[in-house]
């Protein structure tokens, strides 16, 4: 089933006089519950596209279609409403709150939105990452790893219709790094989760079921490995 479809999609940039082309007529869908890499170098338009899939930047032109909805027709409360609930966010740096707790920082998205915590969801989600133990544990008290999982387990609390991480293991070693992507995939496969995954590391980009690759803000490669 169709999730997301990304429509020509383009986004530049102001520089003083200078424009900056991220993104160039980029069109891709999305089917309920694929996991995709999303590789390219340095300033290729990677990152602008999950901003603009997020609802977090506005595209110059083009639209965005999630579960059937237009998201950029949406007003700026709607659009953070969207945010919360229908987009996980994973970043390199955590961006975990240094004085919550791990529990804390992972329901900070329910509470926010004024809902109650799902218990038998939660202690799923902290058996499967790993955690159970340090529920209690603040941010400096974690190690990389275990921070990155708590950022993970932050973005699949609200049971989000598709989760975007920008270079998700760019921070640790490369025991973290397999770790962290084998949790993202049993999430995509156990929640029948949506993920897209921005990487520069060919071998998690190829555990993925399909690469998007980007050049100079255009799709040059657009590959099916598994179903």
């Not at 059937?68 to 975990?96: C, K, M, P, T, W």
């Amino acid at each position: 089933m169709e999730l997301l479809e990304v429509r020509n999609l383009s986004k530049i940039y102001t520089q003083g006089e200078n424009k900056i082309k991220a993104l160039d007529n980029v069109s891709f869908k999305v089917d309920q519950g694929e996991f995709i890499s999303i590789i390219g170098a340095s300033g290729s338009g990677k990152s602008t596209l999950l901003h603009l899939i997020g609802g977090v930047d506005q595209p110059t032109k083009g639209n965005i279609f999630l579960n059937g909805q237009d998201v950029y027709s949406q007003n700026e409360e709607q659009l953070a409403i969207f945010r919360r609930r229908q987009v996980g966010l994973v970043y390199q740096f955590y961006n975990l709150i240094p004085v919550l707790d791990a529990i804390e920082n992972m329901t900070l998205p329910v509470l926010m939105d004024g809902r109650k915590i799902d218990e038998a969801y939660l202690t799923d989600l902290l058996n499967n990452l790993q955690l159970l133990g340090r529920e209690k544990h603040l941010p400096n008290q974690l190690s990389g790893g275990q921070q990155q999982r708590v950022s993970i387990g932050r973005a699949l609390m609200n049971k989000p219709s598709i989760v975007l991480a920008d270079e998700p293991t760019g921070n640790l070693d490369s025991k973290n790094s397999q770790e962290i992507v084998k949790l993202l995939r049993l999430s995509n496969q156990r929640y029948n989760q949506t993920l897209m995954i921005i990487t520069h590391d060919e071998d998690i980009a190829l555990q993925a079921d399909r690469i998007i690759a980007l050049e100079d803000g255009k799709i040059i490669r657009d590959e099916v490995l598994r179903r």
